[in-house]
C-alpha cells in the first residue's frame, strides 16, 4: 500500500480553526486599539479646552472674582463642557484658578488644569 502525500481532512480543520482563533484575536486587539486612540483624542481636546481658557483669562487681563464658573466650548467640531474654580492664594496678587473639562454627554472630567492668574498693575 502506498502513502498519499497530502492533509487529512482532520488535519485542514484544525489549521483552519487556528488561522480562525489567530484573526479574532488580532481583530479585538484591533479594535481596543481604536477605542484607546478615541479616547486619547477625546482627552487631548478636553486638554486644550482648559488651556484655551486659562490662556484667555490672561490674555484678557482678567483678574477673575473668587468662585465657580461654568461654560460650554467647542473644540475640533466636539462639544465640551468646562467648569472653573478660582480660589484665593496668600499672595493677594494672585488667585488660584482650576479648570475640569468633560464631555457634553459625560460629568466625568476627561482633563484637568490648574494655573495662576496675576492682578494687572495700575
Known sequence: MRRQCGF????????????AIG?????????MATQATS???QRQLALWVAD?????????????????????AEQ???KFLWHSDVKP???PLFRHVDIRVSGSDT?????QLSGFAVRPLQ
Do not use: D, K, W
Open 8 to 19: 487529512t481532512l482532520l488535519e485542514a480543520l484544525v489549521a483552519l480553526a487556528v488561522i
Open 23 to 31: 484573526l479574532s484575536a488580532a481583530m479585538r486587539a484591533i479594535g
Open 39 to 41: 479616547e486619547l483624542r
Open 52 to 72: 484655551n481658557r486659562l490662556a484667555e483669562i490672561r490674555a484678557r487681563g482678567l483678574f477673575p472674582g473668587l468662585g465657580s464658573e461654568q461654560g460650554e
Open 76 to 78: 475640533a467640531g466636539e
Open 89 to 91: 492664594t496668600p499672595n
Open 107 to 111: 460629568t466625568m472630567p476627561l482633563a
